[in-house]
């Protein structure tokens, strides 16, 4: 079984920055997709970025592309996200997720993810 463990999250003012962390455990980190996905109050999980198994290919929703960056440390079983000149509406639990890296999906829907963490709260204020 695989677990995640996400960590990070905060309150801060817009215009800052922050660093989630999500830590694997239970199986082959290396044969896993890492996404991340956020859900705010009332609204459905939206994907955010995701990270190919290697690390060699990323890719970003448009609402944070330019500010956010996914990257990933396969000796630590660990992938980051590093959050730039966030904004209010960047405000949201955000979870990661893993997907088997030949499972043949997208990567882009909450849908092609096998395994989730509990989430961190991100509060961006005005």
């Known amino acids: 079984q695989v677990q995640l463990v996400e960590s990070g999250g905060g309150l801060l003012q817009a215009g800052g920055s922050l660093r989630l962390s999500c830590a694997v455990s239970g199986h082959t980190f290396s044969l896993y997709t890492m996404g991340w996905f956020r859900q705010a109050p009332g609204m459905e999980r939206e994907f955010v970025a995701f990270?190919?198994?290697?690390?060699?290919?990323?890719y970003y929703a448009d609402s944070v592309k330019g500010r956010f960056t996914i990257s990933r440390d396969n000796a630590k079983n660990t992938v980051y996200m590093q959050m730039n000149s966030l904004k209010p509406e960047d405000t949201a639990v955000y979870c990661c997720?893993?997907?088997?890296?030949?499972?043949?999906?997208?990567?882009?829907?909450?849908?092609?993810?096998?395994?989730w963490g509990q989430g961190t709260q991100v509060t961006v204020s005005s």
């Open positions: 997720a893993a997907k088997y890296k030949y499972s043949g999906s997208s990567g882009y829907s909450r849908r092609d993810y096998d395994y």
């Open positions: 990270i190919s198994w290697s690390g060699g290919s990323t």
